[in-house]
């Protein structure tokens, strides 16, 4: 039995496959442009992840045969539009991109800070999905008007896959949509946004399957149509499962595009004092707090 896991990061898709002892077997890479900008923001076309994605998969089941599961991890909060007819709408906003300063200016001292904290655990962070919403509603209204789905970067390639438009709990945590401690899309957030829940994904624990592939994207992956699709978790999220840190004030710190002090937990809380610590829901069906900065290890490339 083969098992996937799919990891559609900021500067490339990264996929693994393991057999049914857990060993890793394939590893394949597949680049992708990132479009950088003086005024600090950063796209992807969410395309370049699927066509991508699609060649990383063929060379692995042309060499191991028939996949169990699939399941993903992935850079977080990057807004994906798609609208009715599921066209991709714009770029992807990244996690890193920098332009809503103005936006988060509006949700966190317009609106305020405790009702943010209140209704969806967070403050708001230029890297997190609400503020580019607001901010394409903004500056590109025509846009705005055509949304029906908003998904984050995992959860389009998911869709892809599947035909379930889905993500998951720890994902949707950085959205600034999401109330944290119920696990349930925040009315007064989406109200505050100016967005429908219909316009969002159904939401899922990071372990549980939302469907199997479909017979069209199995011609084109050399997946089965038999392939569970688990949904998977924010990277995060899921790299702290993968790493052990699974139990009650178990931290991490790591170093990638950007940097993470990582602790986990089994109940919820809240930073209210600083307010500078997210709160999120794990991969594991518990709780973390986790610590950011936006450049770590990523500015060190040119």
């Not at 996937?4 to 002892?21: H, Q």
């Not at 600034?176 to 349930?184: F, Y």
Request: glycine share 10%.
């Amino acid at each position: 039995m083969i098992t996937i896991g799919i990891d559609i990061g900021t500067s490339a898709v990264k996929i693994l496959a393991m057999n049914k002892d857990g060993k890793v077997v394939k590893t394949v890479s597949r680049e992708y442009p990132l479009y950088l900008f003086e005024n600090g923001s950063s796209e992807q076309d969410p395309m370049d992840w699927w066509l991508q994605t699609v060649d990383g998969l063929k060379e692995i089941t042309q060499e191991l045969g028939e996949v169990a599961a699939v399941s993903f991890s992935g850079q977080m909060h990057g807004l994906v539009l798609l609208d009715e007819n599921d066209n991709i709408l714009r770029r992807a906003i990244l996690w890193n991109d920098q332009r809503t300063t103005k936006e988060c200016d509006y949700l966190n001292n317009k609106v305020g800070r405790e009702v943010l904290l209140e209704n969806a655990a967070n403050i708001a962070l230029t890297g997190f999905t609400a503020p580019k919403i607001l901010w394409v509603k903004d500056n590109e209204p025509e846009v705005f008007a055509k949304i029906a789905k908003i998904m984050l970067p995992k959860d389009y390639i998911a869709y892809k896959l599947s035909g379930e438009f889905a993500t998951d709990y720890s994902d949707a945590s950085g959205m600034l949509l999401l109330d944290v401690k119920n696990r349930t899309w925040s009315k007064k957030m989406l109200e505050i946004v100016g967005v429908t829940e219909t316009m969002l994904p159904k939401l899922f624990h990071a372990y549980e399957a939302v469907g199997e592939v479909t017979p069209s994207a199995a011609k084109e992956t050399g997946l089965s149509e038999k392939t569970k699709v688990v949904i998977g978790g924010g990277d995060q999220a899921v790299g702290a499962v993968g790493s052990g840190i699974v139990s009650e004030g178990v931290c991490s710190v790591s170093l990638g595009t950007s940097g993470v002090l990582f602790v986990a937990d089994s109940k919820f809380s809240v930073d209210k004092s600083t307010a500078a610590i997210h709160s999120f829901c794990h991969a594991n069906g518990g709780f973390h707090m986790m610590g950011v900065t936006l450049a770590a290890a990523g500015s060190n490339k040119e």
